[in-house]
């Protein structure tokens, strides 16, 4: 699915049953029902996130930039968290 910016991708995944992931490229917006192995692709055009807890939003989301958001947690508009990975 395109999809223009990486928190799109991640409020789909949100709005999406049984999403726990998912992988955006230039092109793409992927949702995952299960995790499988990260492929490292040196690519900054590819971002990935797992969700991580489903809680109420504390605070506003934050851009997120590939590779400047690895490791950050990103809240979603129904607070469920993700991981940047």
């Known amino acids: 699915m395109k999809l223009e910016t990486f928190e799109e ?10 999403c726990i992931a998912v992988a955006k490229g230039s092109l793409s917006c992927q949702l ?3 995790l499988g192995e990260s492929i490292y692709t040196g690519s900054s055009d590819f971002a990935s996130a797992r969700v991580l807890t489903n809680s109420p939003p504390a605070t506003e989301p934050t851009p997120l930039s590939c590779p400047l958001s690895d490791g950050i947690t990103y ?3 129904s607070g469920d ?5």
Not at 9 to 18: A, E, F, G, I, V
Not at 81 to 85: E, P, R, T
């Open 75 to 77: 809240t979603a508009s």
């Open 32 to 34: 995952k029902a299960a």
């Open 81 to 85: 968290s993700y991981l940047i990975a």
């Open 9 to 18: 991708c991640l409020d789909l995944c949100d709005r999406t049953p049984n």
